[in-house]
């Protein structure tokens, strides 16, 4: 076992390699290996050729860093890195934590993020939906559709009930379950029925000509 400072920040100078303290005439120095994440901007090549699933957090974290202030450019990445992530074909549990990470240091406006997930959900469905079977798809969905009534029923009581039976039309229409987890997050946030309501009005207005 070793230990090892892996560094972020974006100045080159920002050295530090050891570790000291002294009490009473006693002395105690701990040096460490040091890694800067951008000592490896010349090596974007070698990072986006290597398979190891820390090289792209790594160009993430560099690409972050370049776009920083720049909104529209960091959309842009945020998406190419998500695609990325579901063309190198990684388990679930192994992309879903290097896009939280993303996510993370790729903050957009709520809006923005919004619109990368329609643009996202299509690409998401045809990469993921072949290895689910349609039985399965189908108690998925089933289980969301109680998910969601759940919250609707423990938030806004019977008020809440015309809602679920919303999801009930809905969850068979629409493909991507995915929808409704994100339906189903938003509504335990919700602050009122009318902005319960909202929520599954944008639904329907995105799957409009399906749900017609």
């Given at each position: 076992?070793?230990?090892?400072?892996?560094?972020t920040d974006d100045n080159p100078k920002f050295r530090p390699n050891e570790y000291s303290r002294a009490i009473c005439g006693c002395e105690v120095i701990f040096r460490y290996?040091?890694?800067?994440?951008?000592?490896?901007?010349?090596?974007?090549?070698?990072?986006?050729?290597?398979?190891?699933?820390?090289?792209?957090?790594?160009?993430?974290?560099?690409?972050?860093?370049?776009?920083?202030?720049?909104?529209?450019?960091?959309?842009?990445?945020?998406?190419?890195?998500?695609?990325?992530?579901?063309?190198?074909?990684?388990?679930?549990?192994?992309?879903?934590?290097?896009?939280?990470?993303?996510?993370?240091?790729?903050?957009?406006?709520?809006?923005?993020?919004?619109?990368?997930?329609?643009?996202?959900?299509?690409?998401?469905?045809?990469?993921?939906?072949?290895?689910?079977?349609?039985?399965?798809?189908?108690?998925?969905?089933?289980?969301?559709?109680?998910?969601?009534?759940?919250?609707?029923?423990?938030?806004?009581?019977?008020?809440?009930?015309?809602?679920?039976?919303?999801?009930?039309?809905?969850?068979?229409?629409?493909?991507?379950?995915?929808?409704?987890?994100?339906?189903?997050?938003?509504?335990?946030?919700?602050?009122?029925?009318?902005?319960?309501?909202?929520?599954?009005?944008?639904?329907e207005s995105q799957y409009q000509e399906v749900i017609a």
């Open positions: 076992m070793i230990s090892l400072a892996v560094l290996p040091l890694v800067k994440i951008i000592d490896y901007r010349d090596r974007l090549a070698e990072l986006k050729a290597s398979p190891h699933p820390f090289a792209i957090i790594v160009r993430a974290y560099l690409k972050a860093l370049e776009v920083a202030g720049n909104v529209t450019e960091r959309y842009a990445w945020k998406k190419r890195f998500l695609l990325e992530l579901y063309q190198r074909g990684m388990k679930h549990e192994t992309r879903l934590a290097i896009f939280k990470f993303i996510d993370w240091i790729m903050a957009l406006p709520e809006e923005m993020d919004a619109e990368l997930y329609k643009e996202t959900e299509i690409f998401e469905e045809t990469t993921t939906m072949p290895y689910m079977t349609t039985p399965q798809r189908i108690d998925m969905k089933r289980g969301l559709a109680k998910g969601i009534a759940t919250v609707l029923e423990l938030k806004f009581g019977e008020a809440g009930q015309p809602l679920s039976e919303r999801t009930n039309k809905l969850i068979y229409k629409i493909k991507p379950p995915e929808t409704f987890e994100k339906l189903m997050e938003q509504l335990k946030y919700a602050r009122s029925l009318a902005e319960a309501e909202k929520l599954f009005d944008e639904v």
